[in-house]
């Protein structure tokens, strides 16, 4: 039999057996779940940072031997090579039209390539990928020499996500890119006869739209008011981000792999 | 000046330079980047591992908790809190409808759960993940008490993934329902009045698939010959496959983390 004492604790502790309070239970547990979470996520995080660290310097090595900035080891100068008479093939520096033949050996990044791009991207040196930490996403960077199409050497495409473990594509940002005088490779200039008999004698030209790989620097914007869509534009939206990450995504493994098929 | 040895050495050399040999190179780095990104993907599952130890006691404490399998520190029997006369809520065991609460309470599942589904759901007693590794993949386990809809205590859904690090989704197998007659909740039996005069006095029953969040266990199927289905219906059964991807990602998320909403 309990005293009073212990029937009031019963009471006591009954009261507090109510769902409303197991819910409180629960809802600590979840709170130790979350803290074990955050600590996963810190510790997925260093060692990704680990690893990239250790990819670090066969990037280096491979933007080296593709460009050409070292040969192999005992390899004499480029001059010295030309002074043996050996054959031209010998002499060309790196590994021509690495980065678009890599491209052009993925599935997805093949498809955006146009033969309009083709020349441009002979121009492309390399292709970096990096996470941001602020806000949280990652980012490609494309590397060009000077060449005739555009003034820019650095060509960026960074990815804003809004949740780390589930990815959650936010938006994606593009670099401007400042072509030549007709040398975009984004737009296409059509040009009309002028009618019979009409005044002006000059053609009639029309600037469009085109396929072009660099369509990936200006991705689709989400509109800041997502209600002012229709449901069918809202899936072509999506559809198209969809796209543009995929083309992140592969860019990044092409940019982290290289390339497989080439020899 | 070179000897004849020198001579040859430089010629060897420049022979090794051409493009392709270069390639040869950057393939090297490549093999030696795969080797690297394989202890990566090693490490990054012993760490997964490690934390899916570390959540385990949690979740069976929530099991506990939830289906009154333990009471809270120092609590007494029901038996005896019935004897204190406490009121009904208090002996109640448990946090009455937890899983149904907590699949409501996400957006993906709630939109898959009708009012009829909700009475069978109110049985879901827990909702388990966990890592598959041949093939690679996840399941989902649904422990259900014994319920008046169906034979089963446990229903499954397994997704199997081609990749590891992009994970794309081969397919889905979930656990066939032994639905006690007249209790299906993916079908709707439709009774049609016989036409007036007809000699068969009978009503026309026609059984018909409906909306339910148990076709979640009957996922989309592939055909073996991807060939065999035009570009419609084969946007249709992406379009099929990511909802019920969906549908397993969202229920492993509240199989990890329970509830936020309910109190």
């Known amino acids: 039999m309990s005293n009073g004492k212990d029937n009031f604790s019963v009471a006591d502790l009954s009261a507090a057996l109510n769902a409303g309070?197991?819910?409180?239970?629960?809802?600590?547990?979840?709170?130790?779940?979350?803290?074990?979470?955050?600590?996963?996520?810190?510790?997925r995080a260093a060692l990704e940072a680990k690893y990239q660290k250790l990819y670090q310097p066969l990037y280096t090595k491979r933007f080296e031997i593709v460009n050409g900035v070292i040969e192999v080891e005992g390899a004499t100068t480029e001059a010295a090579v030309a002074d043996q008479q050996v054959d031209k093939d010998a002499v060309e520096k790196g590994v021509p039209d690495f980065w678009l033949t890599a491209m052009k050996n993925n599935d997805v990044l093949?498809?955006?390539?146009?033969?309009?791009?083709?020349?441009?991207l002979k121009f492309l040196r390399d292709i970096k990928w990096s996470k941001i930490d602020d806000p949280k996403g990652f980012k490609l960077e494309?590397?060009?020499?000077?060449?005739?199409?555009?003034?820019n050497t650095l060509l960026t495409k960074t990815y804003h996500m809004?949740?780390?473990?589930?990815?959650?594509?936010?938006?994606?940002?593009?670099?401007?890119?400042?072509?030549?005088p007709g040398k975009c490779l984004t737009q296409k200039i059509l040009k009309k006869k002028p009618k019979k008999g009409s005044k002006n004698a000059k053609p009639i030209t029309k600037t469009e739209q085109c396929e072009s790989f660099f369509n990936f620097f200006c991705p689709p914007q989400?509109?800041?008011?997502?209600?002012?869509?229709?449901?069918?534009?809202?899936?072509?939206?999506?559809?198209?981000?969809?796209?543009?990450?995929?083309?992140?995504?592969?860019?990044?493994?092409?940019g982290t792999n290289g390339y497989d098929k080439q020899k």
């Open 110 to 120: 093949s498809e955006e390539i146009t033969e309009r791009d083709e020349e441009a």
């Open 21 to 43: 309070d197991r819910a409180d239970l629960v809802n600590v547990l979840k709170t130790q779940h979350d803290d074990l979470e955050a600590k996963f996520f810190e510790e």
């Open 222 to 254: 989400v509109p800041e008011d997502e209600e002012d869509i229709d449901e069918d534009a809202a899936e072509e939206l999506q559809n198209l981000m969809e796209l543009d990450y995929d083309v992140g995504f592969d860019s990044n493994a092409v």
């Open 142 to 151: 494309f590397f060009f020499e000077n060449n005739p199409y555009f003034k």
């Open 162 to 180: 809004i949740d780390e473990d589930e990815p959650i594509l936010e938006k994606a940002i593009g670099t401007e890119i400042e072509w030549y």
